[in-house]
């Protein structure tokens, strides 16, 4: 099984300051990684596929890159909307997704 | 307009069975995977498995192999999640979401607002 593990746990940031969270798998999955942000009570919501192409209605401000084992979503202005968690999730070893443990991004 | 809409909260009695649905809308319901996602609280989101509609292919996560089963009926756009026998650390949000696939690029576009279940004595 692929392991995906995030980092930090929490990250705790101002609006309008730049965030990066990361996920590294535990072997290669190429640029077979998405993101998915989750708000309290809500189902997530997809942001990035393919590593780095925004799903459809996501803000430019929302980035990802990386390749292999390296991930990284990066929020360039934060907005009081983007206050969640955040996930990474594999499908290079499709059907067997597995998601990271999630990133909580809230406001310092 | 893609919709997953899934059933209503349920409280069940550990050893009762359950099956709960995820109904889609607005889009070709046989030609798209859906896949079942459980929360357990204040917790990640842990991958349980996937159906084609059109022809049942139903494929879990070694996790969930043998402790649920996934099915799905296209006549009527729905899929289902099911336990036989429910235990207390069943106790979780469960998601349905729609599975696009093109070349060796999956992701989750669509999701459900989720089905709370509750097994407790």
């Known amino acids: 099984e692929i392991v995906m593990t995030q980092s930090p746990a929490t990250l705790s940031a101002s609006p309008g300051e730049r965030a990066t969270l990361s996920c590294r798998a535990s072997?290669?999955?190429?640029?077979?990684l998405a993101w998915y942000q989750q708000k309290p009570g809500q189902a997530p919501r997809l942001l990035i596929f393919?590593?780095?192409t925004r799903a459809s209605g996501i803000p430019a401000r929302f980035s990802g890159s990386g390749s292999g084992t390296e991930f990284t979503l990066t929020i360039s202005s934060l907005q009081s909307e983007d206050f969640a968690v955040y996930y990474c999730?594999?499908?290079?070893?499709?059907?067997?997704?597995?998601f990271g443990q999630g990133t909580k991004l809230e406001i310092k | 307009e893609v919709q997953l809409v899934q059933s209503g909260a349920e409280v069940k009695k550990p050893g009762e069975s359950l099956r709960i649905s995820c109904k889609g809308s607005g889009y070709s319901f046989p030609n798209f995977w859906i896949g079942w996602v459980r929360q357990m609280p204040g917790k990640g989101l842990e991958w349980m498995g996937i159906?084609?509609?059109?022809?049942?292919?139903?494929r879990y996560s070694p996790s969930f192999q043998g402790q649920v089963t996934i099915s799905a009926d296209k006549s009527i756009s729905t899929a289902y999640l099911q336990w036989s026998s429910l235990k207390a650390s069943d106790t979780a949000m469960y998601y349905c979401?729609?599975?696009?696939?093109?070349?060796?690029?999956?992701?989750?576009?669509?999701w459900g607002q989720g089905t709370l279940v509750t097994a407790s004595s």
């Open positions: 159906i084609f509609p059109g022809d049942s292919d139903t």
């Open positions: 072997q290669s999955v190429r640029s077979n």
């Open positions: 999730q594999q499908y290079n070893n499709w059907p067997l997704y597995t």
């Open positions: 393919s590593a780095s």
């Open positions: 979401a729609r599975q696009i696939a093109y070349g060796s690029t999956y992701y989750l576009d669509y």
